[in-house]
Nanobody
Framework: QVQLVESGGGVVQPGGSLRLSCAAS????????MNWYRQAPGKERDLVAT?????SYADSVKGRFTISRDNAKNTVYLQMNSLKPEDTAVYYC?????????WGQGPQVTVSS
């Protein structure tokens, strides 16, 4: 069956870094657009970064976050640097191709001193 298994969340101080990983199985990973979303308490789920043929980022993370993928490992990554308290959220890995859409379970990222 389809699975997106995320890892790498946790607690970090402002200015710190974390790397999220999302390991995919059960579908042809390399042909899917991969996204990272996040949802803070009481807020909507927002798109953070996309990787397809190219990459794109939300303005709030541009220059600090980097999305990448390794098709040989069926894995997408989100490198998060210079983290701010406002980056605190549950982060979701997402795979999209035509009408197919899959979600990961969402690790918590907390930025706090």
């Amino acid at each position: 069956q389809v699975q997106l298994v995320e890892s790498g969340g946790g607690v970090v101080q402002p200015g710190g870094s974390l790397r999220l990983s999302c390991a995919a199985s059960g579908f042809t990973f390399r042909i899917y657009n991969m996204n990272w979303y996040r949802q803070a308490p009481g807020k909507e789920r927002d798109l953070v970064a996309t990787i397809a043929g190219s990459t794109s980022y939300a303005d709030s993370v541009k220059g600090r976050f980097t999305i990448s993928r390794d098709n040989a490992k069926n894995t997408v990554y989100l490198q998060m640097n210079s983290l701010k308290p406002e980056d605190t959220a549950v982060y979701y890995c997402n795979a999209v191709k035509n009408n197919n859409k899959f979600w990961g379970q969402g690790p918590q990222v907390t930025v706090s001193s």
